[in-house]
């Protein structure tokens, strides 16, 4: 099989003809208007889908009861941090229906499934500005998180087939960059208006990605690795093998990958869900401050996605995700320390960490396995983020309200990740390798 640059090829259409076994592969740059597009969809599911955690202290105090004189946790947010914690939970939790949209994509294709997931998603999004109560809201974001966590798997597959070896993980990056980019500039919005824009109309900003949907549509491309086999995967539909499910010899190996994602979300999930409000409600951070954090988090995690990229073309796959996951479950100790500054080191650091495993486990989970089940991986990875963050949220409020202790609360959700993270070494070193050669289908 031989591979050929396009640097500026026309969209391929979802619904075309399946191509032969034998066609020369059409490859893209990292930064190909495919790829780009890829990541400006990527961006706008995660504005929406960080709206939840960036506002969480403006929901508590709106739907909550907070006051100024008690020294609780529950009074000082308005919420106790066992509801806000099932709350999340249960978003987090209903992002477990991602797994049949990402499987479909193996079936209907990528590029059909992803703009239909990041619509959906970015409409319910919307709807929750209107929301009557905290459980509604709570109601409104589950609704729509299985959509958008649809479009951040899909997006990852995308990037991966549509690129070589060499620009696999820069492309990864890039999407991850633009995913992250629309996850704080949420914040940044929030922080920089101030009371000025209430939690509902912040929401409501979801509308503008939402009506430029239709020209990133046109750019976006189905990959021709998968319209190489989609005549396969039709013939698999047919003999009804069941949406989601791996065959029998890859199964060992997406348990592994399974695990180590589902404790790397065990520490991700309190870690990133509350930091908001812990900074703001209990250390007492300005939002300006807030905000400036984000930005900061913003720039440091462009070097760890530079450094991440780096790190799998030139250390391995393995060794990055191992090493970063490790300081990452490091970081969350120090982030719930105790103080204002040890708070925003730790955060930094986490982003920083986060950012360098991204290239490295986005690249090794596409190596590793064919073009027939990649996307139904990357939603069984989602699917084991959400359990593994669920968990951990759950378990982290739970202690945080019974101790009133967030660093015992850190500690423990955290040394289990590191426990874990050596276990990379089990995976096959994929670095250099085509996707065909790495796992053929």
Known sequence: MTFEAAPHPKPTSARGPSAGPDRRLRLHGWHDPAILATGALAAAAGFAQFGATSALADVARSFGKSSPTGTSVAAEVGLSFTVLGVGLGTIRLAALG????????????????????TALGLAVTAVAALSPGYWWFVALFALGRPLLAGTNAISG?????????????????????????????????????GTALSWRGLFGLVLIP??????????????????????????????????????????????????????????????????????????????LETAGMVVAAGILGLGGLVAGRWAADRLGRRVTAGMSQAVIALAAM??????????????????????????????????????????????????????????????FGVLVSALDDFLVAAVVVALPVLAVSPLYVRFPETQ??????????
């Open 98 to 117: 991602s797994l049949p949209l990402a499987a479909l994509a193996d079936r209907v294709g990528r590029r059909r499934v992803m703009l239909g997931c």
């Open 157 to 193: 597959v995308i990037a991966a087939e549509e690129t070589r070896s060499r620009d696999r993980a820069k492309a990864i990056a890039l999407v991850t960059a633009a995913w992250g980019g629309g996850t704080g500039l949420i914040a940044v919005v929030q922080g920089v208006a």
């Open 210 to 287: 939402l009506a430029a949907l239709p020209l990133l549509g046109r750019r976006l491309e189905e990959p021709d690795r998968f319209e190489r086999i989609r005549g396969a995967t039709a013939r698999a539909a047919a003999r009804g093998r069941i949406l989601g499910r791996a065959p029998a010899a890859l199964r060992r190996r997406l348990w592994l990958i399974c695990l180590l994602i589902t404790m790397l979300g065990f520490v991700t999930g309190p870690a990133n869900a509350l930091l908001f409000v812990y900074s703001e409600s209990v250390l007492g951070l300005p939002r």
């Open 334 to 395: 120090l982030t719930y320390s105790g103080s204002a500054a040890a708070a925003i080191a730790g955060y930094l650091l986490a982003v920083v960490a986060a950012s360098v495993f991204a290239p490295a486990i986005g690249a090794l989970a596409a190596e590793l396995f064919p073009t027939g089940i990649r996307a139904t991986v990357a939603g069984w990875m989602s699917v084991a983020g959400v359990l593994g963050a669920v968990s951990g949220l759950v378990l």
């Open 432 to 441: 250099g390798m085509e996707l065909e050669e790495s796992a053929p289908d």
